[in-house]
């Protein structure tokens, strides 16, 4: 029995069913389309082989079984779901190939059928059936390995199975697979020791502040309703948040450089001295609402016109800043030499980025130390970003 990690109120797919829809699973990478989450044995144009296509998937992602485990051939380590799901589009193709051959048992299959459908398969044709071009050396080797890893797991089908003592023996891409030089040679020692001490600087240092200051923007998102406010009360509260900044030597928030752009398009001056003034973050700051707060301050005869005057001193005295961590926790540099600020004020955009290098530091590190592949480290910094609480 596999046990997935399902969402809350959610169940695992019954062996029984032909159509095992893997959506609710949590820990799947987001690049993994939810299309491909379904898999769908009821392709295989052969029913009676259905059966066999769901015991190979289990026992690929249960190696530690008590009827895998003593297989002589078998894998030792789980293969992810991504990778079960390629199998089964591999396993699919053949199957319905050996069908369109007249073979209706596996234990009809002989190696001449292998080696026919790996030069089938070794070959791209157009709908037309003109020759394109040659196939991968990936898309060769999975066309001769899935048919083989059949007779690696004979043992356990309850319904077909090769003959006694066939497996499809391994050609040249199966055998020099293994052998041949990787077309991109490892990193240099110069050039990957820098970069491992990067990424893990990243993930000690950097990394926990990186997660909270995302789940405080995200919670920043949301903002209660601005009550209804007299034009008196308005100027007051515009005035109060002013001369706070003020008092506490606190920026007033930069606009963005997106909201500079929507500012020109609306007809500002760049030379205009509130041009890089978050009018709209100063409104949601001081709780007085309102749309448009370049109408209501700036414009000649407009209703906050009082305001200006205190708006513009304030401005020469405390400036601007981007409003994101702004009060940073001060931390270890790189180089050991004392201590700084473990970032300067973002912007909201600056925020994300920062997430996806992070992100990206941890698959470094992932890859580095352990040695997974890829598809296998995406699930692991998936899990490690769901336990953490992080998007």
């Known amino acids: 029995m596999v046990r997935l990690p399902v969402r809350l109120g959610c169940h695992s797919p019954l062996f029984e069913q032909n159509v095992w829809d893997l959506t609710m699973v949590d820990g799947i990478p987001r690049f993994f389309s939810p299309r491909r989450r379904i898999l769908d044995f009821t392709k295989i144009r052969n029913a009676r082989w259905w059966t066999v296509a769901k015991e190979y998937l289990l026992a690929l992602m249960t190696p530690e079984h008590e009827q895998v485990c003593v297989l002589a051939d078998a894998y030792r380590l789980p293969k992810t779901l991504i990778t079960c799901e390629q199998r089964l589009e591999w396993l699919t193709t053949s199957m319905n190939w050996l069908t369109e051959q007249g073979v209706s048992a596996l234990s009809e299959v002989t190696q001449g059928h292998c080696d026919r459908f790996l030069q089938h398969r070794s070959t791209i044709y157009d709908r037309d059936g003109n020759r394109l071009r040659d196939a991968s050396d990936d898309g060769r080797m999975m066309a001769e390995l899935v048919p083989r890893e059949l007779g690696y797991y004979g043992e356990l089908f309850s319904t077909h199975r090769y003959r006694d003592g066939f497996c499809p023996g391994a050609t040249t891409v199966i055998r020099t697979a293994g052998n041949t030089e990787n077309r991109t040679q490892p990193a240099r020692a110069e050039l990957q020791k820098p970069l491992l ?30 009550p209804v406010m007299l034009l008196a009360e308005r100027e007051e509260a515009l005035a109060r948040t002013l001369r706070r900044h003020a008092r506490n030597g606190e920026p007033l928030v930069q606009t963005s450089a997106e909201g500079l752009e929507y500012k020109i398009g609306k007809g500002w001056d760049p030379a205009d001295p509130l041009f890089h003034v978050s009018l709209k973050s100063l409104v949601k700051e001081s709780g007085t609402g309102g749309s448009d707060p370049r109408r209501h301050w700036v414009e000649p005869g407009g209703r906050w016109e009082p305001i200006l005057p205190l708006l513009e001193q304030t401005l020469a005295q405390v400036g601007v800043a981007p409003f994101w961590g702004r009060h940073a926790a001060v931390i270890d540099r790189a180089d050991g030499n004392g201590h700084v600020p473990w970032t300067l004020p973002l912007f909201a955009a600056d925020v994300r980025s920062l997430v996806g290098v992070v992100r990206t530091a941890c698959m470094i590190t992932i890859t580095a130390l352990s040695g997974m592949r890829h598809s296998e480290n995406e699930v692991e910094l998936h899990l490690m970003q769901h336990s953490a609480g992080s998007k």
């Open 197 to 226: 001490a990067a990424a893990l600087f990243l993930v000690q240092k950097v990394g926990p502040h990186v997660i909270a200051l995302q789940r405080e923007t995200e919670s920043h998102r949301t903002s209660p309703r601005a």
